[in-house]
């Protein structure tokens, strides 16, 4: 029991560094990395894509090397890959820099999740990786609050906090070394096969992610910048919105026990609910910001239900290879965020906030649509 609550813990941690503070603290800090490195929108979105893009390319790596590298290994190549990256950004001068760096960042994101859903199927029963899973997927939010706490007390010290996040991410990826087995579990020694693909429902579940990630790029990559640039929220106010967001995410480490209570079809379709909702309150900020933070917590308790959600489903469609039902959905997620950074930029220079934000929500009222017979 003491070994699977300090695989859980440690495995939560890493999830904390790579997606709250590797990936998406670019997002928190992109209007002081906007204003520094001159950067437009359409630029901006862009840097944002190329961390999703690095995620999908992570995602991949770990199908094709689970056969050669243990759960342990991959794991803690995130790590690694996520200090380097930050450490990168710290000395990022240009756009380019930048790109690199989060990039870089953005990797170890792709390399995170599918070895650790293969070293919760190893060491925990049936009845119990659903809540182990969801519990680490809430590790998202811890590092959004984390980052937000430290941008609020550090205003205007980008540089310095993704030193600091660097840091962090040396100590978390040591720790994981040791919380994690040795062994290679039966689930990550077969490989990858295209036949896979042809699994029932798998598309359908990828589908839904490739439209749900479309629509979360409007407030992971452009929500802090549109409060702060369109609405005129002060750095510190945007840090507290950041940390409203992922206090109410640390509410989808139950989404586990709420597939249990009420199916995943309901959680699938209320979770989605709340990103349209959240997307659509963005826009009335303009005539309060008490809008924008209820936006902001109502998104961040949305998404990581909802991404816990295609989790689960993924997984349950492929009990053979956690990894795969883990991975397949997470890439779609990440192809669509890749997708719409650019796009959502484009958009926002073209039509303005309020036009970009209603088209965004679009895609995420289909995914609510679009789902497989899982439980």
């Not at 906090?161 to 077969?190: C, D, H, N, Q």
């Not at 959680?267 to 209820?294: D, E, W």
Request: charged fraction near 5%; charge should be positive.
């Amino acid at each position: 029991m003491t070994s699977g609550l300090n695989l859980v813990a440690a495995a939560f941690a890493l999830t904390a560094l790579s997606y709250g503070l590797a990936r998406f603290a670019y997002g928190l800090l992109l209007p002081q990395i906007r204003a520094e490195l001159a950067l437009d929108a359409t630029a901006a979105g862009w840097i944002g894509s190329g961390a999703f893009a690095a995620y999908c390319v992570g995602i991949v790596l770990t199908f094709v090397c689970s056969a050669s590298f243990t759960p342990r290994t991959l794991a803690a190549f995130a790590g690694l890959t996520a200090t380097a990256g930050m450490a990168c950004i710290v000395v990022a001068s240009s756009a380019w820099m930048m790109g690199a760096g989060v990039a870089l960042a953005g990797l170890s994101t792709g390399l995170t999740s599918p070895p650790l859903a293969s070293a919760v199927a190893a060491h925990f029963a049936d009845e119990g990786r659903a809540k182990a899973n969801a519990a680490i997927n809430a590790g998202t939010a811890a590092g959004i609050v984390f980052s937000g706490a430290a941008a609020a007390m550090t205003v205007s010290a980008w540089r310095e906090l993704y030193a600091l996040f660097a840091l962090i991410g040396a100590a978390v990826t040591l720790w994981l070394w040791f919380a994690l087995p040795k062994a290679r579990s039966s689930e990550t020694t077969a490989g990858f096969s295209l036949k896979i693909l042809h699994r029932p429902g798998l598309a359908v579940l990828c589908a839904s992610a490739f439209a749900m990630g479309l629509s979360s790029t409007a407030i992971w990559t452009f929500g802090a910048d549109i409060l702060r640039g369109t609405f005129g929220l002060s750095d510190t106010g945007i840090a507290w919105a950041w940390i409203t967001l992922g206090t109410a995410g640390v509410s989808g480490a139950a989404t586990g026990v709420l597939i249990e209570r009420f199916g995943t079809a309901r959680v699938h379709a209320f979770s989605l609910q709340g990103i349209v909702a959240a997307i659509l309150t963005l826009a009335a900020s303009g005539y309060s910001l008490v809008f924008g933070f209820v936006a902001m917590g109502v998104f961040g308790a949305a998404y990581i239900m909802s991404s816990g959600t295609y989790l689960i489903q993924g997984i349950a469609l492929l009990p053979d290879r956690p990894d795969l039902g883990l991975g397949f959905p997470f890439l779609c997620l990440a192809l669509g965020q890749t997708a719409g950074a650019p796009l959502f930029g484009a958009t926002l220079d073209a039509v303005g906030v309020t036009g970009a934000l209603f088209a965004f929500a679009l895609p995420a009222v289909v995914a609510i649509f679009l789902r497989p017979r899982v439980g």
